[in-house]
RNA sequence: CGGGGAUUGGCGCAGUUGGCUAGCGCGCCGCGUUUGGGACGCGGAGGUCGGAGGUUCGAGUCCUCUAUCCCCGACCA
């Protein structure tokens, strides 16, 4: 990407309506725009982060064999009643409109009945079973209030997938690999460190529903943590007879802020018979089937990884999920940007994303932009380069800067 | 939904007790000098003060209503 192309224009001042540290670091560097309270637009560079976050959570749901969809986010309101849900006293975050003949529909805030619904055509029999299938969705909700920047917003990308199983068994098989799936997912992002699986309310379901939370000042919830078992607890179930019964002890729990970044469900067999959804077994029998759920807030993540990632002088993304790899910038004649144009393309080349600097603006901004916009690695051609073949790298963690040569450059790069 | 704060060029702000052509910084445009950590000089463009109504000779400034944004709380399948 050459930056002379991009529509973004980095801001020196702070967004006066943002509080959030998120907020204020993502719209000064230009990743994201504020529509209106709670829902923002990606701009070219908070795209690259959220489909790069979104990749990495596609090939572990690929691996856990799930496979993706895409559902619409226009919903019937019949599809919701059977489960009551449609009631606003009931769900208090919808978005409702209607139809140009007045046949009301929603704004979908989650898929779980159009999904069953969807189930209960797709699959007959036990040999359809088990089965599971995930989409990248927006989710919209009418928060009665929406804070944090893109940590709690309107409108939301999130991912959720669905798993259906033929018994309870097979159900907790999927959803303890699921589980594992998950932290994978959390670790390949770069938060593995700070996120913890934590019990937390399971609605009417189970005692337990399980949620994956990062340990942040700006986060919503608290929770106790058991930091050497790597669990932690909801303060919503939070009680004496919760630690018995999973034998943590008080005196070892932290009480930390964190913001939730995933959450999974047991729904058992519930749903399925709430909804009329149900298969045939081997001996011919009706059975409900059983539904489990997985969600991971995608542009949350981004908001909590700018959270956690950044210094006085801006973000610092976690090399997975950055926009770009490298931050290219020349200083010099003609002749010296053409030696970058030359690496640009040699880097490009090799499949490394690189934001290429090619603005004509004084040297002092683009190194102040590229540490605001937080590229992990900056790479400097300067007027030498072109006959020494000398490139100077610098990590955006570290302060000291290397001179290398073009091999040994894509060796830092690529690996 | 309860409480608190805010709304003035694209962004951040200042505008004394109501008074003349509404200012400043950043950004933007032009010319020149600069060029390894957000340069500088000169010259420009751009706002009718969130909206509606009112008080007044006169309203960015006072009153009423309203919209929006931020924060705290409540809420959060």
Redesign the pocket.
Known sequence: MRLSKNIT????????????TNAKLLI?AGYIH?E???AYSYLPLGLRVIENIKQIVREEMDALGASELLMTSLQAKETWEPTK?WDDSV???WFKSQLKNGTEIGLA??HEEPLMLMAQQLVQSYRDLPISVYQFQTKF?N???????VM?GREFIMKDMYAFSRSQVELDQFYSEAQQAYLKVFDRIGIGDYTFVTFA?G??FTQFSHEFQTVTASG?DTIYLDRSRRLAVNEEVYNDEVLKQLSLKKGQLERVKAAEVG?I?NFGSVKGEQMNVYFTDEAGERQPIFLS?Y?IGISRLMGVIAEHFNDE??LVWPVPIAPAKVYLLA??DKKTIKTADKLYNVLTGHGVAVIYDDRD?????K??????MGIPW?V?V?AKSSTDGYY?I?ARTETS?KNVQLKALLDIILT
């Open positions: 224009k980095t801001i020196k001042t702070i967004p006066a309506d943002e509080q959030a000064r504020k209106m309270a709670g849900r769900v208090d975050i805030w989650s909700r928060e009665l209030r929406s804070k944090s920047g709690r309310s609605g009417a919503e959450n469900f759920s969600g002088h801006g200083i010099g603006i004084r040297p002092g901004e190194f102040a932009d590229a540490d605001l900056r400097v300067n100077e610098k800067l």
